[in-house]
């Protein structure tokens, strides 16, 4: 038994994390390029003025695409590249449509089917200062809707469309803890502005609305002749009791994958946000209007899942604090027992669990209806080596075992909930293609498959994992 005949597997990045060229072209600024230029922002002081400078080496990045095997690459659009001003009446940069037309066209040459996000984060920074950006549902979600416009027009072959990418980490990261641009969190000593209680919620909303927007746009204007998929991904973490013999942990456990993920996979699904948050959050968890629910429910084609780690939950007891997003309850790597989820990674927030992957794909396709997943972002930074607390150096950090380990434990986990489970899985992108930016962790962390020579001409330079995620899918994937 193995995975279907068509399944196809790849890539990720993400415009502002790889692309540089920050002012080639008539690209406009977004949010990340104003956050990163302020100091205290980004570890390093770095930004994604260069980045891997894939805006000028589509050559390279599709040759090695095409050397690792790929059958499909993950890729954004910089919103203010093909619109720097951002907003629907503002002009379309030509230069900027050729890019990723041309783009597009080689990728398919090399037989690599493009999947598009259309919204990774960089918000044109034009929108964020004339009304606000995301906290603003009517202008935002119209802006978006006609940047969406000029992309299923300029784009026309390409068959799987993202409208966001984990809108969790956009109104959590960027307005409740102030991590993400555009930094706002009641916290004074992050920022001057911002109010954590509400304005998360306020910004997952709008992002709904807009995505459903953009969704209708497509099922109505381009669908019918081009006949793509559209969806959108969501990221969350699966929850295991930090005391599996307290039902409050075990209730906090779905609680926290609810605040997570069915924030706005509810409403997606169902039409709805779920009974958890509105019993928590109040009024502060905006309505849908009956027209928002028309447009909202139903948008998926395809559910699009990013994955990373697991945590240990235990509840909180008491009324929650006015800026608690995780649902009244601490998350942690250690049960009560003194078991630990996974190995420490470069990243706080990461450890592996692989059995945690496949947790959540069954209760996702329990409570969704078993639908067609495409996991869009799995992987990690690596472990520390020796006593080093920073990575061996070239060319010692190819041998990347701990992410091999890390894809062999995560893309079995994946054939298992396929094989076993009736989880229905289509499409697998490896996050990330190369080392890139790491938003607030800047160059430190590396999430890649490949190395990338900042300093010394950009080089790509596949790690051993690369090899073993096209080995591993070859052996699992069925032959027509
Ligand atoms: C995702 N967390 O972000 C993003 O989609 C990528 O752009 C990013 O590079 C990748 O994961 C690795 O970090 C996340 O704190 C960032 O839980 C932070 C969290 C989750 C996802």
Redesign the pocket.
């Known amino acids: 038994m193995s995975l279907p005949s068509d399944f196809l597997w790849g890539f990720a990045t993400?415009a502002y994390?790889i692309e540089g060229g920050f002012d080639q072209d008539g690209r406009g600024p977004s949010i990340w390029d104003t956050f990163s230029k302020t100091p205290g922002k980004v570890a390093d002081g770095k930004t994604g003025d260069v980045a891997c400078d894939s805006y000028n080496n589509i050559d390279q990045d599709i040759a090695l695409l095409k050397n690792l095997g790929a059958k499909v690459y993950r890729f954004s659009i910089s919103w203010p590249r093909v619109i720097p001003l951002g907003g629907r009446d503002d002009p379309v940069n030509e230069a900027g449509i050729a890019h990723y037309q041309k783009f597009v066209q080689r990728l398919q040459e090399a037989g690599i089917a493009p999947m598009v996000t259309l919204y990774?984060w960089d918000l044109p920074d034009n929108l964020d200062k004339k009304y606000g950006g995301l906290l603003n549902k009517e202008e935002f979600s119209l802006d978006f809707e006609r940047y969406a416009r000029v992309m299923f027009e300029a784009l026309p072959t390409v068959k799987h469309w993202i409208t966001f990418?984990?809108p969790w980490?956009s109104a959590v990261l960027g307005y409740n803890v102030g991590l993400h641009a555009p930094g706002r969190t009641s916290n004074r000593d992050v920022s001057a502005e911002g109010d954590s209680s509400t304005e998360c919620w306020t910004v997952g909303h709008s992002l709904l609305v807009a995505h459903g927007k953009a969704v209708k746009v497509y099922r109505d204007e381009f669908k019918p002749k081009n006949g793509g998929e559209i969806g959108i991904t969501l990221?969350g973490d699966w929850a295991e009791p930090w005391d599996p013999e307290d039902p409050a942990d075990v209730e906090a456990c779905d609680r926290k994958i609810e605040f997570a993920i069915s924030w706005f996979a509810d409403p997606v699904y169902f039409g709805h946000y779920p009974e958890s948050m509105r019993k928590q959050l109040g009024d502060r968890l905006p309505e849908f209007t009956p027209e928002e629910v028309e447009l909202i429910k139903g948008s998926n084609d395809f559910y699009g899942m990013?994955h990373?780690t697991a945590n240990y939950i235990k509840h909180k007891e008491g009324e929650p604090e006015p800026a608690d997003f995780l649902g009244n309850l601490e998350t942690g790597f250690y049960s009560k027992a003194g078991e630990n989820i996974g190995p420490e990674t470069q990243?706080v927030?990461l450890r592996p669990s692989p059995i945690g992957f496949r947790k959540l794909l069954v209760w996702l396709s329990k409570r969704y209806n078993f639908p067609k997943i495409y996991v869009t972002?799995n992987g990690t930074s690596e472990a520390k080596r020796g006593d080093g607390e920073a990575e061996p150096p070239f060319p010692e950090i190819l041998e990347d075992d701990f992410r091999c380990e890390y894809f062999r434990g995560y893309i079995n986990a994946m054939k298992d909930a396929v094989v076993e489970d009736g989880v229905n899985v289509r499409i697998y992108t490896a996050?990330?293609l190369m080392d890139n930016f790491?938003?607030a962790e800047g160059y430190v962390t590396r999430?890649g498959v490949t190395y990338v020579d900042y300093d010394g001409g950009q080089k790509r330079h596949p790690k051993k994992s690369a090899r073993v995620i096209g080995d591993l899918f070859t052996s699992l994937i069925k032959t027509a």
Do not use: L
């Open positions: 993400a994390q990774h990418n984990e980490c990221n990013n990373y990243s927030w972002e996050w990330s790491e938003w999430f």
